[in-house]
């Protein structure tokens, strides 16, 4: 068998682990399921059998760590969330744990805003900018999202913006479940810690992680949903705006719903352009 590249062995190596989070510990050659033919970790090279050993290895007993107690639903202190947010930041590390850290990324967007935001927007994933500049909504469709919340009578630096995923899909495709799966953990301890009152799915896909369900956008647009603890609404993503003005009316309707929500009275001049 060929020695496998460093690259090799760090992409199988974040394969098994992805499938170990799902509860798979055994792998087979296709076609054949008997006990010779089982492939275990150590059959692959030495860094990747330590690496998946590691992982199943049992925990000595601790005190809980922080994502734990986030993941748990216990409530941060407000003059905590900022240093519980970084711990997160850091727990992600140079993250190898899904497909996208091998497919071209340059930046993890981990995401920004006020840690004690009442409003928070979260959209599918980073763009060519947000990956060379490592902040979210930075680009165009971030231009008009920065608009759309003028228009509400707030500053992008009151609310707080994320992804779904926080490494650019090529090609800005859409994540595949994989990826998205792996990284909404990270997703769902920022909400944890942030505790808004109203979320902002920005397109389907954050829909429909965020809801934990596939639906079209028009079945799920014009009424609030709950999410993570939190009120949800949603609405078009800023790109597909920028693709389809004719829309804006719409996502303004959306946003004045969230609003409401919150006690907010817009600007006299009030426009999502």
């Known amino acids: 068998m060929p020695r496998l590249t460093s690259e090799q062995q760090q992409a199988i190596a974040a394969r098994v682990r992805y499938y170990r989070d799902l509860g798979v510990y055994d792998f087979y050659r296709r076609g054949e399921a008997s006990a010779e033919s089982q492939i275990t970790l150590e059959s692959a090279s030495e860094p990747i059998a330590a690496a998946a050993a590691e992982e199943t290895m049992p925990k000595k007993q601790s005190p809980a760590p922080q994502k734990d107690l986030i993941a748990a639903g ?19 590390g140079d993250c190898k744990r899904c497909p996208l850290a091998f497919a071209g990324r340059h930046t993890i967007v981990f995401g920004e805003g006020d840690p004690n935001a009442r409003l928070m927007f979260v959209g599918e994933g980073p763009g060519a900018d947000e990956d060379m500049q490592g902040r979210p909504f930075v680009g165009r469709a971030g231009q008009l999202l920065n608009n759309m919340i003028t228009a509400m009578g707030l500053e992008r630096e009151q609310v707080y913006i994320a992804n779904i995923v926080k490494c650019r899909p090529p090609q800005n495709r859409t994540p595949e479940p994989e990826e998205a799966n792996t990284c909404t953990q990270f997703l769902f301890q920022q909400i944890g810690v942030i505790r ?34 939190s009120k949800l609404i949603v609405t078009y993503h800023p790109a597909y705006l920028l693709r389809d003005p004719r829309q804006k009316k719409e996502a303004w309707a959306d946003l004045q719903m969230a609003m409401a929500e919150l006690g907010l009275k817009a600007p006299k001049r009030s426009s999502a352009e």
């Open 74 to 92: 216990s409530l941060i202190a407000p003059e905590k969330r900022e240093a519980a947010l970084r711990a997160i930041r850091e727990e992600i």
């Open 196 to 229: 808004p009152e109203i979320l902002v799915a920005l397109g389907a896909t954050a829909a429909t992680y965020l809801l934990g369900g596939k639906a079209s956008l028009s079945s799920l647009r014009g009424r609030i949903h709950q999410a993570r603890g």
